[in-house]
């Protein structure tokens, strides 16, 4: 299972891999289009494959003025 920490919502999911980073957004629901996945400090692309045991934070990113 892939531990996945939602930070903005502050909980924590399990996800079974391995899995794309995309697939695993869409699993969980969240926008791809604003939101990044961090493992280790690094930035995952959409392509990237996320394997079991692996720990990612989803960051939703927001701007404003």
């Known amino acids: 299972m ?3 920490k ?3 919502q502050k909980k ?3 996800v079974p891999g391995p899995t794309s980073v995309n697939a695993l957004l ?10 990044i ?3 280790d400090k690094r ?3 959409p392509d ?5 045991g692996m720990v990612v934070e989803v960051i939703s ?5």
């Open 2 to 4: 892939i531990r996945v």
């Open 6 to 8: 939602l930070i903005q």
């Open 12 to 14: 924590e999911l399990q």
């Open 26 to 35: 869409e699993e969980i629901g969240a926008k791809k289009t604003s939101t």
């Open 37 to 39: 996945v961090v493992c």
């Open 43 to 45: 930035i995952l692309t």
């Open 48 to 52: 990237k494959t996320v394997e079991d």
């Open 61 to 65: 990113v927001v701007s404003g003025g």
